[in-house]
């Protein structure tokens, strides 16, 4: 079974930087394109960087310049940098494959990042 579960989350001040962590099992990360999303209370959850089995990435505009995608394969985790965090990054921030179907079923619990100005 698929359990990913995420964690560095924090509160900090505009302009600051965090590090988010994904712990995988049941997937190998390495195999399956990976993402970050994020949801922001009464949002949709929206995808906010990628990284493909070649190890590609793609980023939101919004995020773009600020935030990398890496993984490590032998630890089977998928991380997320985030500099330069804006007012507007705030949300829970989530790891998955992707894409992910409407009946996707496995999210974690998500950490929670708050920015503030």
């Known amino acids: 079974q698929v359990q990913l579960v995420e964690s560095g989350g924090g509160s900090v001040q505009a302009g600051g930087s965090l590090r988010l962590s994904c712990a995988a099992s049941g997937i190998i990360v390495s195999r399956a394109n990976m993402g970050w999303y994020r949801q922001a209370p009464g949002k949709q959850r929206d995808l906010v960087a990628v990284i493909t089995t070649g190890d590609r990435t793609n980023y939101a505009d919004s995020v773009k310049g600020r935030f990398t995608i890496s993984r490590d394969n032998a630890k089977n985790m998928v991380y997320l940098q985030m500099n330069s965090l804006k007012p507007e990054d705030t949300a829970v921030y989530y790891c998955?494959?992707?894409?992910?179907?409407?009946?996707?079923?496995?999210w974690g619990p998500g950490t929670q990042v708050t920015v503030s100005s």
């Open positions: 998955a494959p992707s894409p992910v179907t409407p009946s996707y079923a496995y």
